[in-house]
């Protein structure tokens, strides 16, 4: 992996987790811990994050915030706009009227929601931050409830899962943090979601897993599922070859 891409995957992970160590970084890159360090100086340099003992944290004005977990989310929700946007519109044309759809949580999904609200369907969504951005949605909206967990602005736990499993879905669309198109294998980063995630892909007619490009060829800390679980997997279509197949089931927009 070139030194550009090792440093968009140490700001996502960045603005995901608010702080990552060295060895956590080195492992997932396959790369030494001294060229681990080496980005995080350069990305220091730049201003785009901070060093601290054994890792790295986002670089805060903590006079423009409230809390760190909400500047992860906006910071999060500006990485790669216009390829989520490109996304986001595909698969909102395989929605039709009057659906039952699941859309789960992450900035990934901010644009599929912006488009759906205005659909004469059903939406559901376990997703505090899909619900602070909708304006006057003509969809009906149901908000699972639970625990509710700032840093992720979402409602998880026994209680959502519980109340996730009543539903039956037309068409539900997925995030993740990586697909490994070697193992064929979807990747998470947190349990919890992992578990809502699943629970909507056993209770839905067709799934769509919804990704940018710089999620190929990536792995993460939970297994999802195979790629061949969904319906379809949609991603922009990348700057340049991977040099790796992609799944049959890939749709490039």
């Known amino acids: 992996m070139i030194a550009s891409e090792r440093k968009r995957y140490i700001i996502e992970q960045l603005t995901e987790k608010g702080i990552i160590n060295i060895k956590d970084i ?95 369907i059903k939406i559901v969504t376990y997703s505090q931050l899909l619900i602070q951005s909708i304006r006057s949605p003509a969809a009906d909206i149901f908000i699972i409830g639970g625990q509710y967990r700032p840093y992720y602005c979402m409602n998880v736990g026994p209680v959502a899962q519980d109340v996730l499993k009543q539903f039956y879905f037309d068409k539900a669309f997925i995030g993740c943090s990586g697909v490994d198109l070697k193992q064929q294998m979807v990747f998470t980063t947190e349990m919890e979601s992992l578990l809502m995630k699943r629970i909507a892909l056993e209770n839905t007619a067709e799934s769509y897993l919804l990704i940018d490009y710089s999620k190929l060829g990536r792995r993460s800390f939970l297994k999802m599922t195979e790629v061949t679980e969904f319906t379809k997997i949609i991603c922009n279509k990348p700057d340049s070859d991977i040099g790796e197949e992609y799944p049959e089931n890939i749709v490039l927009v």
């Open 26 to 120: 080195a492992k997932e890159l396959e790369i030494s811990e001294i060229t681990a360090r080496r980005d995080f100086e350069k990305l220091e340099i730049e201003g785009k994050l901070k060093r601290v003992p054994g890792g790295a944290t986002l670089e805060e004005d903590q006079s423009e915030v409230n809390d760190g977990a909400e500047l992860t989310m906006k910071e999060k929700r500006m990485l790669y706009k216009k390829e989520k946007e490109l996304v986001a519109k595909y698969a909102a044309e395989l929605v039709k009227d009057e659906d039952s759809v699941f859309i789960d949580a992450g900035t990934s999904m901010l644009p599929l929601m912006r488009i759906l609200e205005q659909r004469k």
